[in-house]
Structure formats: structure tokens, C-alpha cells
């Protein structure tokens, strides 16, 4: 039987760039002015490729549920950004 948390804290991990001159660097959040870490946690993976061509896919890392979501919301056509229903009382 597992610990509790454990699961949890294996899920928050900070995403740390593998490749290239930053690498062991952490990778900061998707929103475009938050400074904080991201988490494995909170990413979305997005499919950039035009139809008929092979994937292209894009990693955002979130520092929270509450940033991913405005970004979903915000990229979805005729959602027009803002919050979900559900998230808008927690601001």
C-alpha cells in the first residue's frame, strides 16, 4: 500500500530542460507573466501540425490548474479567454 501523497508529489515535479545550452534549467510557466516553476503536473500537449502532415508537438508547462485553464480557454475558438464556469469563483 502506497503512502499517501506519494502519487501526488511524483506528479508535481518541476520540468527541467533536458537539451541544448540551458540544459538543467527549470522551465517557467505558459502564462505570459508568471515567473514560477512549471510542474509535469499541469501540461497540455498540443498537436501543431496541419492537417495531412506528421505531428509537431508542443509541450506548455502550467504552474497551476487555475493557469492551464485560462490558457485552454483562452486558445479554444469562440471561447474568447477567461475562466471556465467552474474555476471563476476561485479568483
Not at 518541476?14 to 540544459?23: F, N, S, T
Not at 505570459?32 to 496541419?50: E, P, Y
Not at 492537417?51 to 490548474?65: D, M, Q, T, W
Not at 480557454?73 to 475562466?83: E, F, I, T, Y
Request: proline share 4%.
Amino acid at each position: 500500500m502506497s503512502v499517501r501523497g506519494t502519487t501526488h508529489a511524483r506528479l508535481m515535479r518541476k520540468v527541467i530542460i533536458r537539451e541544448g545550452e540551458q540544459e538543467g534549467g527549470k522551465i517557467f510557466c505558459a502564462w505570459m507573466d508568471c515567473d514560477r516553476d512549471g510542474f509535469t503536473l499541469h501540461q497540455v500537449i498540443v498537436n501543431q501540425a496541419k492537417p495531412g502532415f506528421p505531428k509537431h508537438l508542443a509541450r506548455y508547462v502550467f504552474c497551476s490548474e487555475r493557469h492551464k485553464q485560462y490558457w485552454l480557454n483562452s486558445h479554444r475558438p469562440g471561447m474568447g479567454g477567461g475562466m471556465a464556469p467552474g474555476y471563476r469563483n476561485s479568483l
